[in-house]
């Protein structure tokens, strides 16, 4: 079986927002880049902290989680910010773009219809700065159902810490499909 989803955001996860000072952290360098759509001769100033690109290459070199971008960010997650990590080239889910003036126009993130859609009965964890209430209720009822859900949601000014990592790859291993997956070698070798 597949391993679960690891859904990952950028906003608020790996570009953490700007101090209310307009300062960023100290830990992240600055980008200038040019997504999709924008004129080059306008690009975006972003930040990344290059230690991430290692700590994602950790847990994805585990085999315990499938990595997939979801971000608004959409292919730009895939063509601009992994490459600027490090990352190999990673799936990213293609969301719509709806007219909204806030991310939770229902009460809850924006992404989530899409998603549980896109996710159809997988296992997954969702990295994302912008959960509210209700997108946990929904991921505990979803977890109830069978379909492993586990939401992590760093403080948007900070951003990622190593410490969702180990957080994520503690959780995939717990996922029954991972553990299907992780007692192979060992079943193979009661039969050998
Ligand atoms: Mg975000």
């Not at 960023?24 to 990344?48: E, F």
């Not at 410490?163 to 995939?172: C, G, I, S, T």
Request: proline share 11%; net charge negative.
């Amino acid at each position: 079986m597949r391993p679960p989803y690891l859904l990952l955001d950028v906003d608020g996860v790996l570009i953490p927002f700007p101090q209310a000072d307009g300062t960023t952290p100290a830990t992240h360098a600055r980008h200038d880049v040019v997504p999709t759509g924008r004129a080059p001769d306008a690009p975006a100033t972003i930040w990344l902290n290059p230690a991430h690109g290692p700590l994602l290459m950790h847990v994805i070199r585990t085999g315990l989680v499938t990595p997939v971008w979801c971000t608004s960010w959409r292919q730009d997650a895939t063509m601009i910010i992994g490459p600027l990590l490090g990352l190999p080239s990673l799936p990213y889910v293609d969301l719509p773009r709806p007219q909204i003036t806030t991310s939770h126009p229902n009460g809850y993130l924006w992404k989530r219809d899409y998603v549980d859609t896109w996710l159809n009965h997988s296992p997954t964890i969702w990295i994302d700065d912008d959960f509210t209430n209700l997108d946990h209720e929904w991921a505990a009822k979803r977890t109830a159902q069978g379909q492993t859900t586990t939401l992590i949601q760093p403080d948007p000014r900070i951003g990622l810490l190593a410490d969702h990592l180990v957080e994520v790859l503690a959780r995939a291993v717990r996922v029954p499909s991972s553990r299907a997956n992780a007692s192979c070698p060992a079943s193979q070798a009661k039969a050998a």
